[in-house]
């Protein structure tokens, strides 16, 4: 397989990486069941089923010794009281890492790993690290688009299929304004 | 060995990242012989030997699936008429590559594999990709600080021994006020 060459990519002002090779558009739709308010949800997909995120990528050879760079432009929003988020998923290597930077927005890097949950937050200047093993979403707790670059090895390769069946352990709900991990049983 | 755990990062507004688990500060003369107007950089020495740059790094297992973090802060200033710049080097593991992303300032990621050279500039919202066999050092061009934000695999390693006995193929000089790339051979 040829490897990758010498590149320059610029992010640009609205969170987009240029140039970028595959681009992730998910509406409120393309998440169906992963909000816990299915009432909610229900309805605003009616309503115009909103924009939720866009993921641009540059794509690198799938092989190990390579990084993916790609920027994420979450929207601000809610589902009931339940944060925008991505739809979260494992690497398909377990033990790859990824890093967050954030560009602008207020959010946070939810985690889980077995029972534990970790909750990071990540917005201008900000940097999150999911180690090796841990399922990784985002959530937007601002009320302007959060943006942050991430980058993860080559290899790493994604499993959304585990999240999309059992969720994650806790969410992030807003509380009279303030972010509160919930955990699901509890509710 | 015992892998990484969730964790935020930020860096300052001068470039530190915070928390950091090892620092690097070079001044000129840890970079002997490097630069290729050996009087004028002798003489820069004696003057006071200025910092060069200082590197802010986040340490995780040097195993592969962790990934490491780091910031540079490179300052401005020319040896003779060579920008300043990083010792470079080739990851131990040749096959790693790196991210760089610009957060301030101006300047130019110098690679080479081979005889091949080439430069990617690197500033504010920019991201340099280093591929995997390619070594890399960075030049700021600017007259404030180059300050950007890397990430590399857990076990690429580094290998500064190479350049330090053979430098790069290509220097990059100030050409009335024009960053020029220039064959060492032609000079």
Redesign the interface.
């Known amino acids: 397989m040829e490897?990758?060459?010498?590149?320059?990519?610029?992010?640009?002002a609205d969170g987009r990486?240029k140039p970028a090779t595959s681009t992730v558009v998910r509406h409120l739709s393309d998440m169906g069941g992963m909000y816990v308010d299915a009432g909610a949800e229900a309805a605003m997909i009616d309503a115009g089923d909103p924009l939720v995120y866009e993921v641009f990528q540059?794509d690198?050879p799938p092989v190990?010794?390579?990084?993916f760079?790609c920027t994420t432009v979450l929207q601000p929003g809610k589902v009931g009281s339940e944060y925008f988020m991505t739809k979260g998923h494992f690497h398909e290597?377990r033990?790859?890492?990824?890093?967050y930077?954030g560009l602008s927005g207020h959010g946070q890097?939810l985690?889980f790993e077995g029972d534990r949950v970790?909750a990071?937050?990540?917005g201008d200047?900000?940097?999150?690290?999911?180690?090796?093993?841990?399922a990784h979403r985002t959530a937007n707790t601002g009320i302007e688009p959060l943006v942050f670059?991430a980058?993860?090895?080559?290899d790493a390769g994604h499993d959304y299929g585990s999240i999309e069946r059992t969720g994650f352990p806790e969410i992030l709900l807003d509380t009279d304004r303030v972010p509160a991990l919930i955990r699901r049983s509890d509710r």
């Open positions: 490897l990758s060459e010498p590149l320059g990519l610029v992010v640009e990486l540059w690198v190990i010794g390579e990084l760079v290597q033990d790859r890492a990824e890093v930077y890097v985690m970790e990071v937050p990540i200047g900000m940097v999150a690290y999911v180690p090796p093993f841990w670059l980058v993860y090895p080559g």
